[in-house]
């Protein structure tokens, strides 16, 4: 009795080699049936009675070499998905690519991209795209290929709208111009529209947070300076947490905005 695969990788490894096989089988069986064809146009009955033969067997072995290819594939996907299995896989996956990837709350982050799991499609989602290619080393090889190229963010529209969000919480909580707020508080300003939390995740926040952070940009188009202080805030409820591109874990807390001196 054939050992059943222990992963995913290793099933879909099977099923490659197996169809593989049976390709060759079939282009084997096709060939000799040229050759049958060719003989009949030319008369050659010799050679034909011969072709014919061989096609036979052939064909014979060629279907063989499908049925196994159709009784290989076994693995049972909905439940690797679902019991959390895949995810596992996917991160040792990318440990061995060396790709710096990193379960939260139920997501992957792998910088600069935030990857969410579907079981019911037996599909990845990045960043909002799904995609069905869910072959462990094929998602790797892709988050590798994401990490080398500059992320597409609009730094300039995110910290007006930081600041913009800012005010509005500070002018809320009765505070003073320049406190540090509650970065969760923006967020929550930031999807107060019907599925906007939903649309606009706090990873995806976060992620931002620390895209903006890597920018430098720390100023708004009227001169407020922005600051992100590590205070008494990382002691406390409400703590964001991203990946780096390096891989190392990035604590969001706080945010303030204050007018410049004259």
Partial sequence: MTNQPN????????????????????????????????????????????AMDAAVGLANQASEATR????????????????????????????AAGVAAFESDERILSYPVIVQVSPADSAVVIDKKKDRRVRPSVVSAHLAALQQKPPNFKADAFIESLATAYDLVVASKGMRAGSVARLVDLHKVLTLLPGAGRDYTIQEFTRDLYLLDQKGIVATKSGRHMSLPASSLTRTSGVLTTVTKGGQTKVYAGISFTERPK
């Fill in 7 to 50: 992963s995913l990788e290793e099933a879909l490894q099977e099923v490659e080699r197996d169809a593989d096989t049976a390709i060759k089988a079939l282009g084997a069986a096709l060939k000799t049936a040229k050759k049958a064809k060719t003989a009949a146009a030319h008369g050659q009955v010799r050679d034909l009675q011969q």
């Fill in 68 to 95: 196994q290819l159709r009784h290989g594939w076994q693995f049972d996907v909905a439940e690797w998905f679902s019991s959390g299995n895949y995810v596992k896989e996917l991160l040792a996956a990318a440990a």
